[in-house]
């Protein structure tokens, strides 16, 4: 995700640095994408420091990196669940950085912008540095939702954690019926972008997993998953009927 927001990020800024521990990685990757690159005391020069590291990892990185961050600076991480990592973040950032937590709902292989979300989370920061930043993702032409962070947890508990796990119920169910020779005979052009999905899910397997552990609103809408799930196997009239109206309201819905 760092090369995405960097490739987003670079018209619209004077200077990027791509920072990491291991400065020879850095270099390739910012030689790649046109970028400067340096160490973790290079975000002294930085008015927004954004850490894509996995969300386990963003607390003990953002520790490492506070000292060298100037006065008046933007710190963001873009982790997919919020509940943990900024209360922790929040507390170790010295006095006079700003924080501001992001999560794209999108994944670093997208090609196509327009229309895109990010999700931006004000923890610890003025109605000035947050206009300022929401002004330059809206110049990418990202388009910008203010939350919090118990809103969002609250959202992609049912957005992304049952979404998910809608799919991986159908990978286990589909790998045990069915041989891989017979699903590929067999399969519709809806099972084609399904199996796209599920590839997907595979290369970024940690992520997911992560997701699903850590959202601490996950377990009461999984439970209402799982009622459901078993009502519809039964298949009786009422069940269909709470689906229909289900249906006819998501079907309002812009994509």
Same mark, same amino acid.
């Given at each position: 995700?760092?090369?995405?927001?960097?490739?987003?990020?670079?018209?619209?800024?004077?200077?990027?640095?791509?920072?990491?521990?291991?400065?020879?990685?850095?270099?390739?990757?910012?030689?790649?994408?046109?970028?400067?690159?340096?160490?973790?005391?290079?975000?002294?020069?930085?008015?927004?420091?954004?850490?894509?590291?996995?969300?386990?990892?963003?607390?003990?990185?953002?520790?490492?990196?506070?000292?060298?961050?100037?006065?008046?600076?933007?710190?963001?991480?873009?982790?997919?669940?919020?509940?943990?990592?900024?209360?922790?973040?929040?507390?170790?950032?010295?006095?006079?950085?700003?924080?501001?937590?992001?999560?794209?709902?999108?994944?670093?292989?997208?090609?196509?912008?327009?229309?895109?979300?990010?999700?931006?989370?004000?923890?610890?920061?003025?109605? =000035?540095?947050?206009?300022?930043?929401?002004?330059?993702?809206?110049?990418?032409? $990202?388009?910008?939702?203010?939350?919090?962070?118990? =809103?969002?947890?609250?959202?992609?508990?049912?957005?992304?954690?049952?979404?998910?796990?809608?799919?991986?119920?159908?990978?286990?169910?589909?790998?045990?019926?069915?041989?891989?020779?017979?699903?590929?005979?067999?399969? @519709?052009?809806?099972?084609?972008?399904?199996?796209?999905?599920?590839?997907?899910?595979?290369?970024?397997?940690?992520?997911?997993?992560?997701?699903?552990?850590?959202?601490?609103?996950?377990?009461?809408?999984?439970?209402?998953?799982?009622?459901?799930?078993?009502?519809?196997?039964?298949?009786?009239?009422? @069940?269909?009927?709470?689906?229909? =109206?289900?249906?006819?309201? $998501?079907?309002?819905?812009?994509?």
């Amino acid at each position: 995700m760092g090369r995405l927001l960097s490739r987003l990020l670079k018209p619209y800024v004077s200077r990027i640095i791509l920072v990491s521990r291991d400065l020879d990685r850095a270099k390739l990757v910012a030689r790649r994408i046109g970028v400067d690159w340096g160490g973790y005391d290079s975000t002294a020069y930085a008015d927004i420091c954004i850490v894509t590291v996995p969300s386990m990892f963003v607390v003990d990185t953002i520790s490492k990196l506070s000292s060298w961050l100037k006065i008046g600076s933007i710190i963001s991480d873009i982790s997919s669940v919020k509940t943990y990592v900024v209360p922790e973040v929040s507390k170790i950032l010295p006095k006079g950085i700003e924080y501001v937590s992001l999560h794209p709902l999108f994944g670093p292989s997208v090609r196509k912008i327009s229309k895109l979300k990010i999700v931006v989370i004000p923890a610890r920061c003025s109605n =000035e540095s947050l206009s300022k930043f929401v002004s330059l993702l809206k110049d990418t032409g $990202l388009e910008v939702i203010l939350s919090t962070v118990d =809103e969002h947890d609250k959202m992609m508990s049912i957005i992304q954690c049952i979404h998910h796990l809608s799919y991986m119920a159908f990978a286990l169910t589909l790998v045990e019926y069915a041989k891989p020779d017979d699903i590929e005979k067999y399969s @519709t052009a809806s099972l084609k972008y399904t199996l796209r999905m599920l590839r997907r899910f595979g290369r970024i397997f940690d992520v997911i997993r992560e997701i699903q552990e850590l959202n601490p609103y996950y377990g009461e809408c999984r439970v209402s998953f799982i009622e459901y799930a078993r009502r519809l196997s039964l298949m009786d009239g009422k @069940t269909w009927s709470i689906l229909k =109206e289900a249906l006819d309201k $998501l079907s309002t819905i812009k994509t």
